[in-house]
């Protein structure tokens, strides 16, 4: 069976299409970095592309139903992200936390709503993590 004929994950919290978000990094700035992405969710795996202030990225990984949790892989041309998360319910998308190196920050993504700005993001004052996404934060 080809990947294109198996259907794409039909639990909400997981919808294939296009999504958006922002990480923090303080090395950039007090503000969240905006981010752009087309995620496919099939079968326990994410593949998928995106673009921000960096450059274009490949967004790869997996995906636990039970535990709503996400491990990927973000992948520039030059380096490799790892991204750590938790998926809540579908509005609220997937918090977690990056980490590359010796850095690591705060990111949170969320499905795209249709007619939705691109720029619709909260300010960094204003996020309130999860304390699952707290607690991976410590780690």
């Known amino acids: 069976m080809d990947e294109s004929d198996r259907q794409t994950e039909t639990d909400p919290r997981f919808p294939t299409g296009r999504w958006h978000g922002h990480f923090l990094q303080r090395e950039i700035g007090p503000r969240p970095v905006r981010m752009e992405l087309s995620l496919t969710f099939r079968d326990g795996t994410i593949n998928g592309a995106g673009r921000d202030c960096i450059g274009n990225f490949g967004f790869k990984g997996s995906y636990d139903i039970k535990k709503g949790e996400v491990n990927v892989v973000k992948r520039y041309v030059t ?18 936390v990056w980490s590359v190196a010796d850095m690591k920050g705060g990111f949170h ?10 720029d619709t993001l909260v300010e960094q004052e204003e996020i309130e993590l999860p304390a699952g996404v707290l607690a991976l934060r410590e780690q």
């Open 109 to 118: 993504i969320w499905p795209k709503r249709q007619g939705e700005a691109a």
């Open 79 to 96: 380096n490799r992200v790892h991204y750590r998360g938790f998926a809540e319910v579908a509005k609220n998308g997937i918090w977690g």
